[in-house]
């Protein structure tokens, strides 16, 4: 499924006019792909794949932890190819389960869950990533082969305003 997951962004990205170039697997860590608008690297990207998975009932943290995880290991693969953020780094996540969205994202990268009762909610097992997301500059989130929406990591505003730019992506 990630191959699909990796098909779906390419196109997203296709369709906005940008050259998607996919990065070959290497000694070390690499992000999937190299996006060049116009002959020119503009930013790097790495996706990611949330399979379908069954989650015991009332359990939220399988969901938090593997997005979680994601987090981290596209963390390890940025700061091996662009640790000085010379250019964005963005991370798209495709679900392929229904259940998982992006409040899933916004929860994972913030600690927080809405309850029941309108409450937000610490979780507390998700600041273990909290050093980690500065690296990162955009989230995209994917369902399935639908681009559901965005998060941004406001570190860079440089980065920002040319990722708005190219995308298209509105606030």
Same mark, same amino acid.
């Given at each position: 499924m990630a191959k699909l997951g990796e098909t779906n962004v390419r196109q997203y990205l296709e369709s906005r006019g940008l050259?998607?170039?996919? %990065?070959?697997?290497? &000694?070390?860590?690499?992000?999937?792909?190299?996006?060049?608008?116009?002959g020119e690297l503009v930013f790097y990207l790495e996706e990611?794949?949330?399979e379908l998975t069954p989650?015991?009932?009332?359990s939220i943290d399988p969901v938090y932890n593997n997005i979680a995880r994601h987090i981290k290991e596209a963390v390890r693969q940025f700061s091996s190819m662009n640790p000085d953020k010379n250019v964005p780094n963005v991370l798209a996540i495709t679900s392929m389960d229904p259940t998982k969205t992006i409040n899933h994202l916004f929860s994972?990268?913030?600690g927080? %869950? *809405?309850? &029941?009762?309108?409450?937000?909610?610490? %979780?507390?097992?998700?600041?273990? *990533?909290?050093?980690?997301?500065t690296l990162i500059d955009l989230?995209?989130?994917?369902?399935?082969?639908?681009f559901a929406g965005h998060i941004w990591e406001v570190a860079c505003a440089e980065h920002q305003e040319k990722l708005t730019e190219l995308l298209g992506l509105v606030d």
């Open positions: 050259t998607v170039r996919k %990065i070959p697997e290497s &000694n070390f860590k690499t992000v999937d792909f190299a996006v060049q608008d116009r990611k794949t949330l989650v015991a009932w009332g994972t990268l913030t927080q %869950i *809405i309850t &029941n009762s309108g409450r937000l909610q610490l %979780i507390d097992k998700m600041r273990f *990533i909290k050093d980690d997301l989230y995209l989130w994917f369902d399935q082969d639908q």
